[in-house]
């Protein structure tokens, strides 16, 4: 493996690099409108319950099906590829949002309504930072999940890990698919201890903050 490396080394680092964008582009597109549908669910109750189980039933659609019916409308590709995670992040996302939200106590909000904030200024300055475990929680999940379905949409000319994978399996070469499997398993590995550090030291410090 070792040796494949040093003689292929782009073969490796290219799609680790493709894998990584295709990551942080759907996360960034998911959590932004996670954030916004949060807050239009927040203003509407009912919406909230609409829209989960619509993305419901979006997320239990195989991710090949749903390359398939994009395809004929955005094509082959980076794009279609990230359309779809974000479909299948924002069930993940939207529900540990509102999860996370509807868990604070409702004496605290209620006592900031009587201090005369407005709705907006009590989600963001009341709800979410006492939420922020859930909603780091929905992010970790989206990772996780936009990394081992990523892999799939190589078979769309999407680029990433994926490649390396459907190339040894085609060719039975053990040294790609390897490759492929333990660099797809590091980074979700990776990538969730760090945002599990962050989460638990974010709440550590926001305890010793509280202490008298």
């Known amino acids: 493996m070792i040796e494949y490396l040093r003689s292929h080394p782009d073969k490796i680092i290219n799609p680790f ?3 990584i964008e295709l990551v942080l582009v759907t996360l960034v597109i998911s959590v932004a409108i996670a954030v916004i549908l949060t807050m239009l669910c927040v203003r509407f109750e009912r919406l909230g319950f609409i829209l989960l189980q619509l993305f419901s039933v979006i997320y239990s659609i195989p991710s090949l099906a749903l390359f398939a019916l994009l395809i004929p409308i955005t094509g082959l590709g980076f794009k279609t590829a990230v359309i779809v995670l974000v479909f299948y992040n924002q069930y993940l996302l939207l529900r540990n949002f509102l999860v996370g939200i509807g868990e604070v106590d409702p004496a605290v909000t209620e006592a900031a309504k009587g201090i005369g904030m407005k709705p907006m200024q009590v989600l963001w300055k009341i709800q979410v930072p006492l939420a922020r475990k859930a ?3 929905g992010i970790r999940l989206a990772v996780i999940s936009t990394i081992g379905i990523g892999t799939i949409a190589s078979s769309i000319n999407a680029g990433g ?8 399996l085609r ?3 053990t040294v790609k698919i390897l490759w492929g499997s333990i660099l797809s398993a590091g980074l979700a590995i990776g990538i969730n201890a760090l945002l599990k550090y962050i989460s638990d030291r ?3 410090q926001t305890g010793h903050e509280r202490e008298p």
């Open 171 to 173: 060719t039975m070469n």
């Open 17 to 19: 690099i493709e894998h």
């Open 161 to 168: 890990l994926g490649d390396l994978l459907f190339d040894g």
């Open 202 to 204: 974010d709440s550590s």
């Open 135 to 137: 909603l780091f929680a």
